[in-house]
């Protein structure tokens, strides 16, 4: 198996992968879906088969976010597996890994001691809290950092008490911002000829996240509560019945209220004292709801995704995943991808959603078996064939 660059983009990288189960791998698949040459570096341990931490090898989650890699096993407590990792980074270009901070720093592969080797190293590290202060040995989970990252009292229905967000988003967004530290870091290596260590948390993420929310208290001294699917500020957005479904339905400003109160045949409303005003639509925001609901239910979906639009009103179905893959501009976009491979079965995953116009990114390899290709890793770094067959031999790789 050749170095599967799945675009020109990001290929002159060479990139080893210590990560494991989601905000890692998060960061890791950025850089390999956009070309670099990404070694996934597996433990090699008795029970370490065709399971990892994160699920099965072969199962969903797993091809989702290791696609695009080549892997290879290597004993780093084994100090001969210390010092065949250590070859390798001399000829890599970034490190990534997410274990608790003292691990690293433990098994001799913390910045400091990559630097010293390779001064032009990007370190990117992930963590649950930091890599210091009062919580940094404490061990990170995405659930955990959206309780304590406020996300979890902004979410959900009031009075109904907290409610995490479906998907993991602590963990996705620490990897998209690593990966973002690991870009802005080859840049400046450009300039300096230095490389950095690029660190980021669950929990910096998650607060990073919050956005508006956080300024509102940071700023106004507001403390944002919950507030289900209607939106907090801009009045009247949120869900409403249709008679076949639900519709989201979102206005910003005083024309867009204006147009969907016309829409949905209701234009006494626009002089309404109740409503005729962005204070008076949130003093009043229950009753302003129910009464668009009312004139909702009374036709479809359809009918009022094609009538809203229309008039310029911000609208759309509301899908189960499966409906949101069957719609005609997700269709367009080809975020649904397909990915090559020998072992005579479908794989398809959610491609990149940003493009680029002369260098784009493809699927073009299936996620490795575990240490598929140890050897001809090792082979492209340098060690010979008999290296490879004593390390072997002595369980290091």
């Not at 989601?22 to 090699?44: E, F, H, M």
């Not at 969903?60 to 695009?68: E, G, K, V, Y």
Request: aromatic residues 6%.
């Amino acid at each position: 198996m050749s170095v599967p660059h799945a675009s020109q983009a990001l290929s002159r990288f060479t990139v080893l992968d210590l990560t494991r189960i989601r905000s890692g791998p998060t960061c890791v698949r950025q850089l390999a879906d956009w070309g670099a040459n990404v070694i996934k570096i597996d433990a090699l341990s008795d029970d370490a088969g065709s399971e990892q931490p994160g699920g099965l090898r072969q199962g969903a989650d797993f091809q989702n976010l290791h696609r695009n890699k080549r892997a290879m096993t290597l004993n780093l407590k084994d100090p001969r597996g210390l010092a065949v990792f250590k070859r390798l980074v001399e000829k890599a270009d970034v490190v990534v890994e997410n274990f608790r901070p003292d691990v690293k720093a433990r098994l001799g592969i913390d910045y400091e001691s990559l630097k010293a080797i390779k001064p032009g190293i990007v370190y990117g590290s992930i963590s649950g809290f930091g890599q210091d202060g009062p919580y940094h040995k404490r061990p990170g989970f995405d659930q955990i950092a959206q309780g304590m990252g406020g996300l979890m009292s902004i979410t959900g229905t009031p009075g109904e008490g907290p409610m995490r967000v479906g998907i993991p988003v602590a963990d996705l967004t620490a990897g998209l911002f690593c990966a973002m530290g690991i870009l802005t870091a080859l840049l400046e290596r450009d300039v300096s000829d230095q490389g950095q260590w690029v660190q980021t948390s669950l929990l910096q993420a998650q607060i990073f996240m919050l956005d508006f929310q956080a300024s509102r208290w940071l700023m106004e001294g507001e403390v944002p509560q919950q507030a289900g699917n209607n939106h907090p500020t801009s009045i009247p957005t949120g869900v409403f019945k249709t008679s076949d479904g639900y519709i989201n339905i979102a206005t910003t400003g005083g024309k867009i209220w204006e147009r969907c109160a016309e829409a949905i045949g209701a234009p006494e409303m626009i002089t309404n004292p109740d409503y005729s005003t962005g204070p008076a639509r949130s003093k009043n925001r229950d009753a302003l709801n129910a009464e668009i609901e009312r004139r909702t239910a009374q036709n479809s979906t359809a009918h009022w995704v094609e009538t809203l639009n229309t008039a310029g009103v911000p609208c759309g179905p509301i899908y189960s995943i499966d409906q949101m893959f069957d719609d005609a501009q997700v269709k367009h976009l080809g975020l649904a991808q397909d990915v090559p491979n020998d072992q005579e079965r479908k794989i398809t995953l959610v491609g990149q959603p940003f493009t680029l116009s002369r260098t784009p990114s493809k699927m073009a390899a299936r996620p490795p078996e575990f240490g598929e290709n140890t050897e001809e890793v090792l082979a492209e770094f340098g060690f010979s064939a008999d290296e490879i067959a004593v390390l072997r031999d002595a369980k290091v790789v």
